[in-house]
């Protein structure tokens, strides 16, 4: 089963950016569809972005369009959430995680098998 380790955190200004890091165990990382989901406190689990094995296929949620870039390089087992332009309302823990189903339901957590521990992002205003 793969791991996953989350990096890049942290705290932030409003408008500044952050790059989170998520780097797999696994050299099979390359057949996996990968997401970014956020946990705020006392919220749901959200989705943020996704990308697939390939890369050619890419969802976010509709609150970070255009301000965040999610990439993978499938060489170094890593998957990367570039944040720009964040807001207060991005404060929270991001998780990445791994599916290894044929799946078009990016954005569905259910989907994914594995997950990793969260990084936490902090935007102060």
């Known amino acids: 089963q793969v791991q996953l380790v989350e990096s890049g955190g942290g705290l932030v200004q409003a408008g500044g950016s952050l790059r989170l890091s998520c780097a797999a165990s696994?050299?099979?990382?390359?057949?996996?569809?990968m997401g970014w989901f956020r946990q705020a406190p006392g919220k749901a689990r959200e989705f943020v972005a996704a990308?697939?094995?390939?890369?050619?296929?890419?969802d976010y949620a509709d609150s970070v369009k255009g301000r965040f870039t999610i990439s993978r390089d499938n060489a170094k087992n890593t998957v990367y959430l570039q944040m720009n332009s964040l807001k207060p309302e991005d404060t929270a823990v991001y998780y990445c995680?791994?599916?290894?189903?044929?799946?078009?339901?990016?954005?569905?957590?259910?989907?994914?098998?594995?997950w990793g521990q969260g990084t936490q992002v902090t935007v102060s205003s």
């Open positions: 696994r050299r099979t990382f390359s057949r996996f569809t």
């Open positions: 995680a791994a599916s290894s189903r044929f799946t078009t339901k990016l954005w569905d957590s259910k989907e994914y098998d594995t």
């Open positions: 990308i697939s094995w390939s890369g050619g296929i890419i």
